[in-house]
């Protein structure tokens, strides 16, 4: 097992292929939950453990059931399935555990289930180490490395971008720009910050 491909996965998720910055998913939980830092890192933390888990499951159900039986067209339906269900089941927790923070994050955790980037990872999974319908050596280890990768992207993103969302509150910005209009700017400049890394050859 050569670890070097799965350092390359982690690093292209977080950075040169960014689901945020490069693919420009999830932007909505983005643009939401990005005012604060803990908000921001919460959320980061609870699209990763979707995406990884999700990641799992749905090789799972791609390999030994959609591809035996020919139901590869029923893959949309069945990956939302997972995803929602991960989503319920993160939010329960959250709820249960830590209700303060489940009020902050608000109608943005169960939009988690409609996170286009949660979903994103889980169809480049098939699309990427699934040859002729059948899994590339090591396909379900790979799967799960890019789905924490991809939510450990986000999780970065998200951290970036509130920590710059918190310091504009101390400085001067035009009423017409204030909130979302600066922030959609500051998301376009990060993502051409990131977009340096797309030279990298790894």
Known sequence: MDFSVYI???????FINNFILSRFLGLCSFIGVSKQTVPAVS???AVTFVTTMASLITWLIYNYILIPFHLEYLRTISFI???ASFVQFTEIIIQKKSPALY??????L???TVNCAVFGVTVLNTDVFFLAGK????SLLKSIVQGFGAGAGYTLAMFLMSGIRERL???EIPRS???IPITFIIASLMSLAFLGFSGFKI
Do not use: N, Q
Not at 8 to 14: D, E, K, L, Q
Not at 103 to 108: C, D, L, V
């Open 169 to 171: 509150e101390f400085a």
């Open 135 to 138: 899994p590339v050596d090591y």
């Open 8 to 14: 390359t996965i982690i690093i292209s998720t977080v």
């Open 43 to 45: 959320m980061g933390a």
């Open 110 to 112: 169960p939009l988690i």
């Open 103 to 108: 009020r902050i994050f608000g109608i943005y």
């Open 81 to 83: 399935l997972v995803v």
């Open 177 to 179: 720009l204030k909130d």
